[in-house]
């Protein structure tokens, strides 16, 4: 599978999260990360939360329809339901197999996460596997330890890590990138909580979400 491709190539890149609710620290890095590294499109993949995790408060249905309301217009992003209708939760790297065997085996796919989740994804299901499937890109995200304080993952970093971009297109998987992506400190706990609060939701996400919340009457 790590044959090289030509530079051509695009990278089908996919972006999961519970979007509980979608907000501009998830759209505005990955749209600064399409910029840096040239993607052409970004799939977000909202989650199914297994039952013994905490539960997002907005419904399944609510969740998504934010995520379609924040992407409205914007050719850069789509929506792919496919783990939000599944009766039973699967893990990413269920998926990630999934969409491989969809895509073949040649095409450069690529999983975004935030920094903070590049500091626990030792916790993930077959975490070490993720990259037999994928490239991971890491936006930056404020407030969370630029180091690793966990050797496996560590290393794991450093045999995968590469900072050239170019090279993500030339093969398919196996690659972890650190973007240079803008910091926002911005997270759906504090939108919740500020909901909660009556304080003002601007500039924190897309004002047809922030009425949608309002419609619904979402995190009271
Ligand atoms: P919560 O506060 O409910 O835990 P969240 O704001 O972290 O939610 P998620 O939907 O859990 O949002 O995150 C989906 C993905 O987006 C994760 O990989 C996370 O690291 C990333 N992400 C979320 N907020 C930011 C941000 N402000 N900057 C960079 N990445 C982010």
Known sequence: MLDRLESSETIHALF???????H???????EALAHEIGLQHITLLPN????????PEAKVQQRLQMVELAIAGNPLFSVDERELH?????YTIDTLEEIRREKGENL????????DSLLTLHYWHRWQ??????????????????TLDTPEL?????????????????QPNGLIYLAHTPLLDISATDIRQRKRDGLSLDDLLPPTVQRYIEQQGLYR
């Open 48 to 55: 199914h939360v297994p039952p013994h995790r905490p539960q």
């Open 129 to 146: 596997s993720l990259l037999d499937y994928c490239h991971l890109l890491v936006c930056a995200r404020p407030g969370y330890a630029d």
């Open 16 to 22: 999961g999260g519970t979007f509980d609710p979608i």
């Open 108 to 115: 450069p796919l690529a999983f975004i996460i935030g920094q």
């Open 154 to 170: 560590e290393s794991w970093l450093a045999a995968h890590r590469t900072t050239d971009a170019n090279i993500l297109k030339q």
């Open 24 to 30: 501009y620290g998830h759209l505005k890095p990955v």
């Open 86 to 90: 599944r009766t039973a939760p699967s």
